[in-house]
């Protein structure tokens, strides 16, 4: 799959209003195996969405060890996916112990190795993929949406999906995205604005705006293009678009190949067309120089 234009470049954003207490964080990270270079399996993908439940506690746990937890495991990757949530789950009994207060967590949670699509969701969190020709299908478990979050689950399942040549890309979206957005919306906004602009990062940017008008309190949104060619219609794809947080991996005992450098990103109330500054406080008195909503008018 590597060979594909684009594989496994991606997008997200994320914003938060004011009414929401809650972070939800987003991992977005892909790693190379330098042992197999040029070949089928080099690059692994993974991509998280833990989204908060009554405060931050298990949001916090479930970030801190989840991905840990996939890296370490020495078995297959559905394996290595069910155990990580079952650990995290006791971890996040521990804390509540510690604190007296009960939070939990929405997890969504996408590998993608060897040209195989791995995903574990426990509560509202989903991941959806775009086949060829705007087919959509889900890729996580559908019996589990708007049932057990991580913090209730007692058998976690896995979904496991074969990549063809001409899928498109996979989008992953926090709970209070899929109370506004129902999969068809979602996937048809995303393949629009990706052959209108070919930029995965503003179609990242559009979707959690138009959640927000919406009236979501929150939102995260990951896009993960599987085949930028076909998701962008033949559009130049490579501005602005990139592999995020691309690491070099030796393989040492894990099968997971997974590297534990993740990374969250907190929502920002801010204009996405502004230069996005690398401390939230230089925002303070700059005037928007254009509004989000003029990138996406009827261009004559």
């Not at 991580?150 to 899929?178: H, T």
């Not at 129902?182 to 604005?193: F, G």
């Amino acid at each position: 799959m590597e060979d594909i234009a684009g594989y496994l470049m991606n997008g997200v954003n994320s914003f938060t209003s004011k009414r929401q207490t809650g972070i939800t964080f987003s991992e977005c990270e892909v790693n190379r195996n330098t042992e197999l270079k040029g070949k089928e399996g080099e690059l692994t993908g993974y991509f998280a969405i833990h989204a908060p439940y009554a405060g931050n506690i298990g949001c916090h746990v479930s970030k801190k060890y989840f991905q840990e937890f996939v890296k370490n495991d020495e078995d297959e990757m559905s394996d290595a996916l069910k155990n990580a949530v079952l650990k995290v789950q006791t971890k996040v009994y521990e804390e509540w112990t510690v604190y007296g207060k009960r939070h939990g967590v929405h997890l969504c949670a996408v590998v993608i190795q060897n040209g195989t699509v791995f995903c574990v969701n426990a509560g509202e969190c989903a991941a959806v993929i775009c086949r060829a020709d705007g087919i959509i299908g889900m890729v996580s478990d559908e019996s589990e949406l708007s049932s057990k979050r991580l913090d209730e689950i007692i058998e976690p399942q896995v979904k496991k999906y074969f990549l063809d040549f001409e899928d498109e890309f996979i989008l992953i979206a926090c709970n209070s995205f899929w109370k506004v957005f129902d999969k068809t919306k979602a996937v048809s906004m995303a393949r629009q604005t990706l052959h209108k602009f070919g930029d995965v990062q503003r179609t990242t940017q559009k979707l959690t705006f138009a959640a927000q008008q919406s009236g979501a309190p929150s939102a995260t949104v990951i896009i993960v293009l599987l085949n930028a060619e076909c998701a962008c219609a033949g559009k130049d794809f490579t501005n602005g678009m990139n592999r995020t947080s691309l690491s070099i991996h030796t393989p040492e005992k894990s099968k997971s190949q997974i590297s534990s450098s993740a990374f969250y990103r907190r929502s920002l109330s801010y204009d996405p067309l502004e230069s996005q500054p690398d401390s939230p406080t230089i925002l303070q008195g700059l005037k928007p120089q254009k509004r989000f909503s003029d990138l996406f008018k009827t261009q004559a």
